[in-house]
């Protein structure tokens, strides 16, 4: 830490300075420098991006399956019949279930794709923002440093 | 309470010039100070060096939109700390030669307030 007269004299030409800074204070720069900040915020969705792996995650971990027929009947041969129309649709059962896996794999396929092209491309997109915004920095500093004052 | 020694280290190896630490509640009182920062790096003083930290750890997402923002600004004499430690903090506190916990929430201050009040904290030392 510098020592006291150092301070002294640091704070009196920041004082100075802040006096002369705020009469020569550019108009609408607070208010650029609040848009800048709302933008960046606003594009910023890592957190959304997540959740989005994560519902497609709990989607891959989901399968399809035929559900157990109940064999027992409190009506006098309704086991029989159960045994017979569960016999006959299982079948059908096991082959939608194949085909609705199929789909779901699909339809997983897809949305995974679609979700890695969008991450892909907002990464793009903030690059390209980003040194947008670089140069416009740039320029804004330069403008600065010619309009400092004394 | 132990300091953090890389965080001392740090500011000790890699940050020259005097420190402003901004410790703070949420992201949009961040980023206010880091509009101060340039602002002060700008006109006042381009040596100052701040450290802008979040009073309560901040989400990923908010912690990367400060640094994005740090960025836009070209602020190269900010650090971000967006969940301090609290051997963290003793460095920051050991090195500061102000530390300012609070901008008033809404509104929050202008810029010019808070340079102001930078000053006057400066003054007050």
């Known amino acids: ?150 | 309470m132990t300091v953090h020694e890389p965080t001392a280290k740090n500011l000790r190896e890699r940050v020259d010039g005097p420190v402003v630490v901004w410790d703070l509640a949420d992201a949009d009182q961040m980023a206010r100070a880091l509009e101060v920062a340039d602002v002060i790096n700008t006109w006042l003083r381009s040596d100052l060096f701040t450290v802008v930290m979040a009073h309560e750890p901040l989400d990923q997402s908010r912690a990367d939109a400060l640094r994005e923002f740090a960025s836009t600004l070209n602020l190269t004499r900010a650090w971000i700390v967006p969940a301090a430690e609290a051997g963290q903090r003793e460095a920051f506190a050991e090195r500061a030669l102000v530390w300012l916990s609070e901008l008033p929430p809404f509104p929050l201050a202008s810029i010019a307030e808070a340079v102001d009040s930078l000053v006057g904290q400066r003054l007050a030392m």
């Open chain 1, 1 to 150: 830490m510098a020592d006291t007269d150092d301070n002294t004299q640091l704070a009196q030409q920041l004082e100075q300075r802040a006096g002369a800074l705020r009469a020569t204070y550019p108009a609408g720069l607070e208010h650029d420098l609040d848009e800048q900040w709302r933008q960046v915020r606003g594009r910023v969705h890592d957190g959304e991006q997540a959740s989005v792996q994560e519902a497609i995650d709990a989607l891959g971990a989901r399968r399809f399956s035929v559900p157990e027929i109940e064999m027992t009947s409190s009506f006098p041969g309704g086991s029989a019949v159960h045994k017979l129309v569960t016999k006959t649709v299982e079948r059908h059962f096991a082959d939608l279930v194949t085909q609705l896996d199929a789909y779901a794999d699909l339809t997983l396929r897809a949305l995974s794709t679609l979700a890695a092209a969008t991450e892909e491309a907002q990464d793009e997109t903030r690059g390209q923002l980003a040194a947008l915004t670089g140069e416009l920095a740039d320029l804004r500093r330069a403008f600065n440093r010619s309009s400092r004052p004394e």
